[in-house]
Antibody
Framework: QFHLVQPGAEVTKPGASVKVSCRAS????????IAWVRQAPGQGLEWMGW????????YSSQKFQGRVTLTTDPSTITVYMDLKNLTSDDTAVFYC??????????WGQGTLVTVSS | EIVMTQSPATLSVSPGERATLSCRAS??????LAWYQQKPGQPPRLLIY???TRATGIPARFSGSGSGTEFTLTVSSLQSEDFAVYYC??????????FGQGTKLEIK
């Protein structure tokens, strides 16, 4: 059974960066594409971007371009989402999800990122 | 950028009744549309893809229809576990995959 494992929470300060991990369990995602979705408290789902694990190519929403970096570590089958210049508006749950042609079939449990001074 | 608009924002329905949720795309997305269900504190769960194909393990009371710009998710006989927020999402505009703003399905 394929699972995506994320840390439960991260706390950081305004102006800083956060790096959230997403590790595959039960199956390698070496041939997959992993997306990131943001959900602010009480709000809807916001697509941020995705990375093609075999090629390393990254595609991101215009809203997050220049602020988000997606990377992979094949040795630990982990994908990372690095978001910089954080503000309180970035306080949210960040989900990673494996997508297949744009269909988000498998989701991590989400990481709550709190931006607070 | 294709914008997805869901209606209504909140839908109140009694258990056992039918619920019909709508999703409209700002331009045609063909049948490249998915529906997700999200309960509090949980990640979204894929229900429907390709506008009308149920994902693995999804009960037959969930059905999707539509193509182009107008789509519908129907829950034929609401069970207590179906009350949640539902999102549509298109995947017709590679590599951009936008979601609608969601419809909250609540108990009447």
């Amino acid at each position: 059974q394929f699972h995506l494992v994320q840390p439960g929470a991260e706390v950081t300060k305004p102006g800083a960066s956060v790096k959230v991990s997403c590790r595959a369990s039960g199956h390698s995602f070496s041939n997959n594409e992993i997306a990131w979705v943001r959900q602010a408290p009480g709000q809807g789902l916001e697509w941020m971007g995705w990375i093609s694990v075999p090629t390393g190519k990254v595609y991101s929403s215009q809203k997050f371009q220049g602020r988000v970096t997606l990377t992979t570590d094949p040795s630990t089958i982990t994908v990372y989402m690095d978001l910089k210049n954080l503000t309180s508006d970035d306080t949210a749950v960040f989900y990673c999800a494996r997508h297949e042609g744009g269909v988000f079939r498998y989701w991590g449990q989400g990481t709550l990122v709190t931006v607070s001074s | 950028e294709i914008v997805m608009t869901q209606s209504p924002a909140t839908l109140s329905v009694s258990p056992g009744e039918r619920a019909t949720l709508s999703c409209r795309a700002s331009q045609s997305v063909s049948s490249n549309l998915a529906w997700y269900q999200q309960k509090p504190g949980q990640p979204p769960r894929l229900l429907i893809y390709d506008a009308s194909t149920r994902a693995t393990g999804i009960p037959a009371r969930f059905s999707g229809s539509g193509s182009g710009t107008e789509f519908t998710l129907t829950v034929s006989s609401l069970q207590s576990e179906d009350f949640a927020v539902y999102y549509c999402q298109h995947y017709n505009d590679w590599p951009q995959y936008n979601f609608g703003q969601g419809t909250k399905l609540e108990i009447k």
